[in-house]
């Protein structure tokens, strides 16, 4: 089975308890949708969550969010193909993977694409207390070259799309802090997402990212809720 759920930032007691009540296996997977938390804390803490959720019973498949490093920058990762597309994974750590933004994945007889990152409007109190905080949270020019590209040979159809943030137009503006001035806050990647949305033809979008639940049209806010992935959609011919 395969299964999806919104930020973690690095508390997993509901994926445990998850894997618990359904007594998941290895074979099964679990989608993250950002903001894992994983590669947040610093190598020791860092060690810690990844030792202990390599103990569960579960393959976790994780998208790029804005609280993380981006595993390719990290010396531990390698790469490796896996459900037809490129995902990153330590040795240690075999069943911790990390998307690539822009791969295409088949998950479930589905055509999956991933698009991770997002900007930080903590970025500021981050940089003060000393949590980390990187210049590549959100996708670079390079790799939205790439989506795109991956889209046009895929006739711009696909049945699903991952990403950590929505498309600007989804954006859940109910629960926007109040303290913070969204004047200031860099939506280029929400920008860029909403022109990808306009013209691609999608079954189903899923997101994370704002900590709320929400559905609009075939789009999906995600947080603590957990779900079967994409439930009865249909794939796209």
Known sequence: ????????HGQFGRIEEFCERLKTSREDILIILGDAGINFSGQTQDSLKKR????????LFCIHGNHEQRPYTIDS???????GGTVYY???YP??????DGEVFDLDGKQVIV???????DKMFRLIYGYGWWEDEQPSEEIKKY???QLEKLGWKVDVVLSHTTPLK?????????????SKVDKSTEEWLDGIEDKLEYQKWYCGHYHTEKKIDRLEIMFQNVEEFCGNINTIN
């Not at 990762?77 to 459900?83: D, L, P, V």
């Not at 069943?95 to 690539?100: D, G, Q, R, S, V």
Request: aromatic residues 14%; glycine residues 8%; proline residues 4%.
């Open 1 to 8: 089975m395969i299964y999806i759920t919104g930020d973690t």
């Open 52 to 59: 202990f959720l390599e103990s569960l019973s579960i393959t």
């Open 77 to 83: 990762y390698k790469e490796k193909s896996w459900h």
């Open 90 to 92: 330590e040795e240690k």
């Open 95 to 100: 069943h911790l993977l990390f998307a690539k």
């Open 115 to 121: 698009m991770g990152g997002a900007y930080s409007i």
């Open 147 to 149: 989506v795109e590209a």
């Open 170 to 182: 989804y954006e859940p503006v109910e629960v926007f802090l109040p303290g913070v001035d969204q």
